[in-house]
């Protein structure tokens, strides 16, 4: 096999990997400052690939151009998700949230495939098959495009939670729930901002993921179950972690799939869940609360 | 009198700050003794040592000559020691009776008969009337009573109580100091008190031990400590409630 | 006669004249019904029992099913010599997930997705393993099934569904038992207040993998009961991720913690569901995916207004305790 081979796979999967991270870092987000684990993560992402998919079928819309128009829907959806429901249970036991969300991706899931049926569908734009080449290497246009995309959102979020005054009142918000209660702050409505903004980050990732792969109902579980690993693995709660987290999962799903076989891909990435979970339970990237 | 509970040297740090600096002292058989200090004297940690939520850095704590530092708080429990929590830890959706069980389990050997000895606990703490009813509709009051019932089925030799006065009216406290006196009286039971509320351990302590910045720097009965005039500056000067 | 001990009879009666009243269809969603509230009895013990969320409870249905099944495949030993084994593997894996998860402190959310991560990690390894077939699953031979064959589990529908039912009721009562016992009260209050638990002498580690110990075996059964009603066994559809939150859902509706709760859940649910697609089939408007919304409807129906679950509020109706 040739070093050749290996770095292409190898640059690949980090491009892929960072698309991950921005799905992933939605989760982290909503996870750090509501607390609460989006079992429907990923059910939320086959949903924006649809829906990128869809635009693109009846409008013929680049998928890069229908992040704005899904992004937007996402917000107003996650904030009246969690102002309608989730914010009812953020007093409730653990598991109580948890099956909540859980019957969220049921019926995502299985409303896509009610709405869709289970036949994959793709998109299909003429820079997918060009890529950009530094000798030996090549990079996919559509790849490289869609982890630039993963990195400015990312960057714009970041920027959002350390300069404008809101992102730093939903950080005092994850830092402490009753201090920022006290000083005033309407928790539950940062609460249900901060879930739009987890709810948007899945939808660019989504746009973004439709070029790299094609769509079906049943993908949603397996990213929900991707996005876990890669937080865990990065660290619950941290935004760089999860960039960083998605970033080695993409590089050892697409590695181990070229060394070991496609099929046993993903058992790395849980193997590699189990054993952070049980010696570093707060993530390869995270800080010890 | 021989001693029931020994520690010496016992130091504790957190992240460099230390919490315990060689304290040393002992609980006699059969006496109500207590530990007091200002806040952050280091209390709460000596009664985590004692009752295993930490190790000690240094030093050695021996329960009835037998060395226990470093054991876990279910071992600590089997050894004889039972505690409550300053902040009460009740099985809330257990009934009161329920909660009482459980602590009877470690020394009876069937249900049915840790259903008696935890009847029996609750009539000796007047909580027989609210026996049936979830622990999480008590009152405070009754919720300090229930941490106490339950430490007491479990049988223990030393009985630690941790701020237990905290947070009551004056009446509920001198009721509840007639309960532990009573229990005392009747049984001879050893208690440990770690105590803010200086009208309680007035009233109950035979013996007393001042902590401050972590060491032990007075002790004995409650007259020859009220008289020293070191606790008087550390301790009384501030929270005067006698 | 207690109100309790009423009910159960009537129950058990209408559970037993069933299958003479109904038709096939009508005994096949019973049988599922009570599979679905035997295996989430099970889960309940973890859950309800001892406060411990598990979400992958479909790996030991699983290994209880390929054990029992690939004993069966390969060398013809019926489900009876393999259920011992079933149990004991099942058992056994749940023992070292809890003594991992427990030691290193992993509890609440982290645990689940720990459950998760070893109900998926043996999914993707079981098409890896050729001598149970891989991912093109396993096949248990069907010779006859006509006359009653109890010993390899051989039959017309009702004899399964008499299995399960005994199955069922053998649940509850343990299940019964196990609340009325040391382990019962041990396992509450280490639900209620761990640290409080310990303060009482409870050895929490000890009893809270003997707990998993339990239940995963209890749940090893329905996997060999799978295998056997099934006949074909295939890692994507056995170890799902989704098939653990059916075990789980028979609880949660019903009610979590409570002895009844999981034989009520998991009627509603599977009725429900299954009354859906009908109604859906009837009106020529079939499609896959309209199970899963009526699942996913129901769950979040009961959590949002029913937090307790059915049972609780319904029992109190009734006058039972």
């Known amino acids: 096999m040739s070093f050749d081979l290996v770095a292409n796979v190898a640059i690949s999967g980090i491009l892929t990997g960072l698309v991950y991270g921005l799905m992933a870092l939605g989760l982290s987000v909503i996870f750090g400052v509501v607390r609460v684990v989006n079992f429907a993560h990923g059910q939320m992402m086959s949903v924006a690939m649809y829906a990128a998919a869809l635009l693109f079928a009846r409008f013929e819309l680049d998928p890069f151009l229908a992040v704005a128009p899904v992004a937007v829907a996402f917000f107003v959806l996650g904030y009246a998700l969690q102002a309608g429901l989730i914010n009812r249970f953020i007093t409730r036991p653990e598991h109580s949230q948890f099956l909540l969300l859980v019957a969220v991706g049921l019926i995502l899931v299985n409303g896509l495939l009610m709405a869709f049926g289970p036949d994959a569908r793709s998109v299909q734009v003429d820079y997918q098959l060009e890529s950009f080449e530094f000798g030996d290497i090549l990079i996919d246009k559509a790849r490289a495009y869609a982890a630039g995309l993963a990195i400015v959102t990312a960057l714009l979020l970041g920027g959002f939670f350390r300069f404008t005054w809101t992102g730093v009142a939903i950080r005092a918000c994850a830092d402490n729930y009753f201090a920022a209660r006290v000083v005033g702050l309407h928790v539950r409505r940062l609460y249900a901002l901060t879930f739009g903004l987890g709810a948007v980050c899945v939808a660019v990732a989504g746009c973004a993921l439709t070029l790299l792969v094609d769509v079906t109902p049943s993908l949603g579980p397996h990213y929900t179950l991707l996005a876990f690993v890669i937080v865990i693995v990065g660290g619950l709660g941290s935004m760089i972690g999860a960039l960083l987290g998605g970033v080695l999962i993409g590089v050892s799903e697409a590695v181990g799939g070229l060394l070991i076989s496609p099929s046993a891909k993903s058992m790395l990435s849980f193997g590699l869940l189990i054993v952070v979970l049980l010696l570093r339970p707060q993530g390869l990237f995270g800080r010890r609360s | ?242 | 006669m207690s109100r309790a001990a009423l009910l159960l009879t009537g129950l058990l009666a209408v559970a037993l004249v069933f299958p003479w009243l109904a038709g096939g269809y009508a005994l096949s969603v019973g049988t599922l019904i009570l599979y679905f509230a035997y295996t989430s009895q099970s889960w309940n013990v973890m859950m309800g029992f001892a406060g411990q969320l598990s979400l992958g409870h479909a790996l030991y249905v699983g290994i209880g099913a390929y054990a029992a099944g690939a004993l069966f495949y390969h060398f013809g030993i019926g489900p009876w010599a393999g259920l011992p084994l079933a149990v004991a593997l099942a058992a056994l894996a749940g023992v070292v997930i809890a003594c991992l998860a427990f030691r290193f402190g992993v509890s609440g959310v982290y645990f689940a997705l720990l459950t998760i991560a070893f109900a998926e990690f043996t999914r993707i390894g079981f098409d890896h393993v050729s001598w149970t077939g891989g991912p093109g699953g396993m096949f248990l031979k069907v010779e006859q099934r006509d006359s009653i064959d109890l010993v390899h589990l051989r039959g017309p529908p009702a004899l399964y569904y008499y299995v399960m039912l005994a199955l069922t009721a053998g649940a509850l009562a343990l299940c019964s038992r196990l609340l009325g016992s040391r382990a019962g009260y041990y396992w509450r209050a280490i639900r209620e207040n761990e640290e409080a638990a310990q303060a009482l002498g409870i050895n929490v580690f000890r009893w809270k993998v003997l707990a998993m110990a339990i239940s995963a075996g209890m749940t090893a059964i329905s996997g060999v009961f799978f295998a056997f009603y099934n006949n074909s066994l295939f890692p994507e559809q056995v170890f799902n991720t989704g098939r653990s939150i059916e075990i789980v859902l028979g609880s949660v509706i019903g009610g979590v913690g409570t002895l009844f709760g999981p034989i009520f859940g998991a009627a509603v649910f599977t009725l429900l569901s299954e009354g859906a697609t009908e109604a859906l089939r009837a009106v020529g408007w079939e499609i896959p995916g309209s199970k899963g919304v009526v699942y996913g409807v129901v769950l979040l129906l009961v959590i949002v207004f029913l937090p307790q679950g059915i049972w609780p509020p319904l029992a109190r109706r009734l006058g039972i305790r």
Do not use: W
């Open chain 2, 1 to 242: 009198m021989t001693a029931l509970l020994r520690a010496s040297g016992l130091s504790k740090s957190f992240r460099g700050l230390k919490a315990v600096a060689n304290a040393s002292f002992e609980v006699a058989e059969g006496q109500v003794s207590a530990l007091i200090g200002p806040n952050g004297a280091g209390k709460t940690t000596v009664f985590n040592l004692i009752a295993g939520v930490y190790a000690p850095d240094t030093g050695t704590i021996h329960f009835q000559g037998r060395p226990i530092h470093g054991l876990r708080p279910d071992q600590i429990c089997a050894a004889g020691i039972g505690r409550t929590f300053q902040l009460v830890k009740p099985f809330p959706a257990l009934s009161v009776l329920d909660n009482v069980i459980v602590g009877a389990l470690r020394v009876e050997r069937t249900v049915a008969a840790a259903r008696g000895a935890a009847h029996a606990v609750l009539r000796k703490l007047g909580l027989e009337a609210r026996a049936n009813d979830p622990a999480a509709t008590l009152t405070l009051s009754d919720r300090k009573r229930l941490e106490v019932a339950r430490a007491l089925a479990t049988r223990p030799r030393l009985l630690l109580l941790d701020e237990v006065m905290a947070g009551l009216r004056p009446t509920e406290c001198d009721q509840l100091v007639e309960a532990f006196r009573g229990l005392h009286r009747a049984e001879g039971l050893t208690i440990l008190l770690i105590e803010h509320v200086m009208r309680a351990v007035m009233a109950l302590a035979q013996h007393i031990a001042v902590l401050d910045r972590g060491a032990v720097i007075a002790r004995g009965t409650p007259d020859e400590v009220v008289r020293d005039m070191a606790v008087v500056q550390c301790y009384l000067g501030e929270d005067t409630e006698i």
